[in-house]
């Protein structure tokens, strides 16, 4: 059955404001109790800030979080949501996480897709066999990683609603482009400092990047590494790479020369 991501985000934003909302209201509950017991009516305050209740209170922008919230690290935006859920979909990607089966499922050093079979037989969206997703600035290879999410938000939400899907997650990443392209620009330029960030600068995906000039990128799992990885990644995808820039410095400096004889 189709399902939209906005839907899905505001049932959970409506879910994790009431939670907030009666935490919130049992903290206050318990200072009346206890001002009450201890005769301090009057002299302690009842009321909770906002900024101190520790549980998710979710915005859908930066811009309308109340001063009184500045400072609770608490709070979300549906762009932290989003990123949330972009993070999820790679642990899919590369096993980590299903969508047939709750919690871990590659979390093993040396761990393979044969253990993730052996534990998900039949599952709805296939993890990356080679545990490598290159992260490029177009498609050049079937695993590529912005293919790889498509076919995700695809199996998990329904092909029908794919279209539409992909425009809400790059409205809420916020860019230029088709959405397809600001998921890629995403991928490339954002998604690994925020897998950083999440996870305490201990991360579990690891980046091999080739510089500044994002010529190539690649994102692997560390409980899925085997001792000849970095021999795959050169030869299956760095070389292939390399040889594709080739090919257009090749055919740019063809132009140019014909340009020039013109």
């Known amino acids: 059955m189709a399902t939209l991501i906005a839907d899905k985000y505001e049932a959970w934003k409506a879910e994790a404001n009431a939670r907030f909302d009666q935490l919130k209201a049992n903290e206050e509950e318990l200072n009346r109790i206890?001002?009450?017991?201890?005769?301090?009516?009057?002299?302690?305050?009842i009321e909770v800030e906002d900024k101190y209740v520790s549980v998710a209170r979710i915005f859908d922008t930066a811009e309308e979080i109340p001063e009184s919230f500045k400072g609770n690290k608490y709070v979300r935006t549906r762009r932290d949501e989003i990123v949330s859920l972009i993070s999820y979909a790679v642990g899919c990607m590369l096993g980590r996480y299903s969508l047939d089966k709750d919690g871990l499922i590659l979390a093993n050093q040396g761990d393979t897709v044969a253990e993730y079979l052996a534990q998900v037989p039949e599952p709805t969206f296939m993890p990356d066999a080679d545990n490598v997703l290159p992260v490029t600035d177009d498609e050049y290879f079937d695993d590529d990683i912005v293919g790889n999410f498509v076919a995700w938000v695809a199996a998990a939400y329904g092909e029908e609603t794919l279209e539409e899907n992909l425009r809400y997650v790059a409205d809420a990443l916020g860019g230029k482009g088709s959405p397809r392209q600001v998921i890629r620009d995403y991928f490339v330029k954002e998604f690994f400092a925020d897998h950083c960030k999440t996870y305490k600068k201990r991360p579990i995906y690891w980046l091999f990047d080739s510089g500044k000039k994002n010529g190539f990128k690649a994102l692997v799992y560390m409980h899925r590494y085997q001792p000849d990885l970095l021999a795959r990644l050169r030869t299956d995808y760095v070389h292939e790479q390399q040889e594709r820039y080739r090919t257009q410095i090749a055919h740019l400096e063809e132009a140019e020369a014909e340009a020039?004889?013109?």
């Not at 206890?34 to 305050?45: L, T």
């Open 260 to 262: 020039s004889g013109a």
């Open 34 to 45: 206890f001002a009450e017991i201890y005769g301090m009516v009057g002299e302690v305050p």
